[in-house]
């Protein structure tokens, strides 16, 4: 019997790297020796608007999409974004959040408030979570944009691949002068 299609949901707001972690994410998975099927949504996405991207695989994968109630991990890089894509989540799906604020332009304009409960609502919801400061471990590691990789390395610790597999992957996918802070930063996430 063939295993399971694994689907993850990366949600985030432009900039925050999120479509360059689904891409780091679908090589990992290629290299692992699963099939793999990718679609993203861009939005608004220079402007600070969501961005989503399905990573879909297993043996064999037909669709690129996800379903509401098929996603095993939803990784959110800011808090708002999680709550957004939360209905796509499987009732025992785990949850990472970077707990970063990125306030919308109606917060912004004062039109609307930003939710100050969001993990608690969340935590009352779902059973898996784990809430990462993500922003702060990336300064340490030389710059805050690394936040993506370190979400990427507390990624690496729910799915069942080599860290071997991780390494080799993102020493493909940056340039040498970030490479050595894009490694500490996954490390750092994976021990996070």
Same mark, same amino acid.
């Given at each position: 019997?063939?295993?399971?299609?694994?689907?993850?949901?990366?949600?985030?707001?432009?900039?925050?790297?999120?479509?360059?972690?689904?891409?780091?994410?679908? #090589?990992?998975?290629?290299?692992?020796?699963?099939?793999?099927?990718?679609?993203?949504?861009? $939005?608004? #996405?220079?402007? $600070?608007?969501?961005?989503?991207?399905?990573?879909?695989?297993?043996?064999?994968?037909?669709?690129?999409?996800?379903?509401?109630?098929?996603?095993?991990?939803?990784?959110?890089?800011?808090?708002?974004?999680?709550?957004?894509?939360?209905?796509?989540?499987? !009732?025992?799906?785990?949850?990472?959040?970077?707990?970063?604020?990125?306030?919308?332009?109606?917060?912004?304009? $004062?039109?609307?408030?930003?939710?100050?409960? #969001?993990?608690?609502?969340?935590?009352?919801?779902?059973?898996?979570?784990?809430?990462?400061? !993500?922003?702060?471990? !990336?300064?340490?590691? $030389?710059?805050?944009?690394? !936040?993506?990789?370190?979400?990427?390395?507390?990624?690496?610790?729910?799915?069942?691949?080599?860290?071997?597999?991780?390494?080799?992957?993102?020493?493909?996918?940056?340039?040498?002068?970030?490479?050595?802070?894009?490694?500490?930063?996954?490390?750092?996430?994976?021990? #996070?």
């Amino acid at each position: 019997m063939s295993e399971p299609v694994k689907s993850v949901l990366l949600v985030g707001v432009g900039g925050q790297g999120t479509i360059m972690a689904s891409d780091i994410l679908s #090589a990992v998975m290629i290299r692992a020796g699963f099939d793999v099927k990718k679609s993203e949504v861009h $939005g608004m #996405a220079q402007r $600070g608007g969501c961005v989503s991207s399905h990573v879909r695989f297993g043996q064999k994968v037909y669709s690129p999409i996800v379903g509401k109630g098929d996603v095993s991990v939803l990784v959110s890089f800011e808090k708002l974004e999680t709550l957004r894509y939360l209905e796509y989540l499987k !009732a025992d799906g785990k949850i990472i959040i970077n707990n970063e604020e990125i306030y919308p332009p109606s917060v912004n304009l $004062g039109e609307a408030d930003y939710p100050d409960d #969001a993990i608690d609502f969340i935590k009352k919801h779902f059973k898996d979570i784990k809430v990462v400061n !993500a922003t702060d471990i !990336a300064l340490r590691s $030389g710059d805050k944009r690394m !936040a993506n990789t370190v979400i990427l390395g507390v990624l690496s610790s729910y799915l069942d691949i080599e860290e071997e597999i991780w390494e080799d992957v993102l020493r493909e996918s940056f340039p040498p002068k970030i490479l050595e802070g894009n490694m500490n930063a996954f490390r750092e996430g994976r021990g #996070a």
